[in-house]
């Protein structure tokens, strides 16, 4: 079964620091990869989003995310972290085969120490 | 642009009694329709979607049911509600796009709580 894998729970980082959360996605038919934002209580807001071209995309406030095919990776980047950055964060992936369900992980919270 | 909305923001209701939870787009037309469920602590489970009025498929057998009565409507009901429901329902709309796939956007979310 198609599965999207984000391995860390929680993330605790230091207000400044760089940040990388993991996502993997098992093999199939080409991905479209998706990273999202929820703040608590509140909708997923679009961060950035991967469909062809360069494989190293830029989002909105500052993130970034890069697709590396052979790892069946998109790792999340920023490379300093605001407090406000502070949420759960959701990495999710259309395979492009029949209906385009959109498939998601379980989510990293995000801890920003001061 | 585009807008989403959902009401209630936030529903307490007891065991056994119906549900009903709206979800409106405003600024694009016959768009896809999405109904999900976050369970506590768990990821987005999707449970409805709706390419078109009156159109709606099931992802997983469930308590609940879902009608698109307008083309920028989508209700999720319930007649009798269980503990189990209690959750963060989430509504999504996209625009079909030929070729590609159509990116989700979300609502704000309403908490759903079943005493």
């Known amino acids: 079964a198609q599965s999207v894998t984000q391995p860390d729970i929680h993330i605790t980082v230091s207000e400044g620091a760089s940040l990388e959360l993991r996502c993997n996605y098992s093999y199939g038919a080409t991905p479209y990869l998706f990273w999202y934002v929820q703040s608590p209580g509140q909708g997923l807001q679009l961060l950035l989003k991967y469909f062809s071209g360069d494989t190293l995309v830029q989002g909105i406030k500052g993130f970034e995310a890069e697709f590396k095919r052979s790892q069946s990776s998109f790792n999340l980047r920023k490379p300093s972290v605001h407090w406000s950055d502070a949420a759960e964060y959701f990495c999710a992936v259309v395979w492009n085969t029949g209906f385009q369900k959109l498939v998601f992980g379980t989510g990293t919270r995000l801890l920003v120490s001061p | ?115």
Request: contains cysteine; hydrophobic residues 35%; proline residues 6%.
């Open chain 2, 1 to 115: 642009s585009q807008t989403i909305h959902q009401w209630p923001a936030t529903l307490v209701q007891p065991v056994g009694s119906p549900l009903s939870l709206e979800c409106t787009v405003e600024g694009t037309s016959n768009p896809n329709l999405y109904w999900y469920r976050q369970a506590a602590g768990r990821g987005l489970q999707l449970l409805f979607y709706s390419v078109g009025i009156g159109q709606i498929s099931s992802e997983v057998p469930q308590n609940l049911s879902a009608s698109r009565p307008q083309d920028r409507q989508f209700i999720l009901s319930s007649k009798k509600l269980l503990l189990s429901d209690s959750g963060f329902y989430l509504c999504a709309w996209s625009v079909r796009v030929a070729g590609g796939t159509d990116t989700q956007y979300f609502g704000p979310g309403t908490r759903l709580t079943v005493l």
